[in-house]
C-alpha cells in the first residue's frame, strides 16, 4: 500500500507540474527553472524508488531529450541567424525522457510538433490570426506538457505500444 501512495505522490507532482509549465509558457513565454528541474530530478527520483530496472533508459532518456533539442536550436540558429527555440523546452524534453525513458522521446516529439501545427491552424481558421510560422514565437511548452502526459499515459496503460518505438 504504501508503495502505492508514493507512486501516486510523484504521479501527482509530475501532473502538477506539468500544468504549471504549460500554463506559464502560454502566458509569459518561457518555462522557469525552478520547476523544470525539479521535473527532472523527481522522474529520475521516481525510477530509481519505484522502476530502478528502468534508470539506465531514464537517464538516457533525459540527456536526449536535452541533446536533441539543444541541437536543432543551434543548427536553426546557424541557419536563419536568430533563436528558434527556448532552453525550457530542451529543460523539458530532457524531464519528459526522465520520466518516460529514450524510447518515448520520438513519440514524445512527433505528437508535440503535430498538436502545434493542429493549434496554429486552428487559430488561422476559426480566430483568423495570422501566425507566420517561420516569424512569430509561440509557446511549445504546453505542446510539449500534452504530448508528455499522453505519451505517458499510452506507455503505462499500453505496454504493446513501446513496441512501435522502433518505427520512429
Not at 530502478?52 to 531514464?58: I, N, Q, T, V
Not at 520520438?106 to 502545434?116: D, K, P, R, V
Amino acid at each position: 500500500m504504501s508503495t502505492f501512495l508514493f507512486a501516486l505522490f510523484f504521479i501527482g507532482l509530475y501532473i502538477v507540474i506539468l500544468l504549471r509549465l504549460a500554463w506559464i509558457d502560454c502566458r509569459h513565454m518561457q518555462l522557469p527553472d525552478n520547476l523544470t528541474y525539479p521535473l527532472i530530478w523527481s522522474g529520475l527520483l521516481y525510477q530509481i524508488c519505484l522502476e530502478p530496472e528502468h534508470l539506465k533508459e531514464s537517464v538516457l532518456g533525459a540527456v536526449a531529450g536535452y541533446l536533441s533539442l539543444w541541437a536543432l536550436y543551434w543548427i536553426y540558429y546557424f541557419w536563419r541567424k536568430r533563436e528558434g527555440i527556448g532552453h525550457g523546452d530542451m529543460k523539458l524534453l530532457a524531464a519528459l525522457g526522465a520520466w518516460h525513458g529514450w524510447q518515448s522521446l520520438g513519440w514524445i516529439t512527433l505528437a508535440a510538433a503535430s498538436s502545434g501545427l493542429i493549434s496554429v491552424l486552428i487559430a488561422n481558421s476559426l480566430f483568423n490570426k495570422r501566425f507566420s510560422l517561420a516569424t512569430t514565437p509561440l509557446p511549445f511548452g504546453p505542446n510539449l506538457a500534452i504530448a508528455g502526459g499522453s505519451v505517458g499515459w499510452i506507455y503505462s496503460s499500453f505496454p504493446q505500444f513501446k513496441d512501435l518505438s522502433s518505427l520512429l
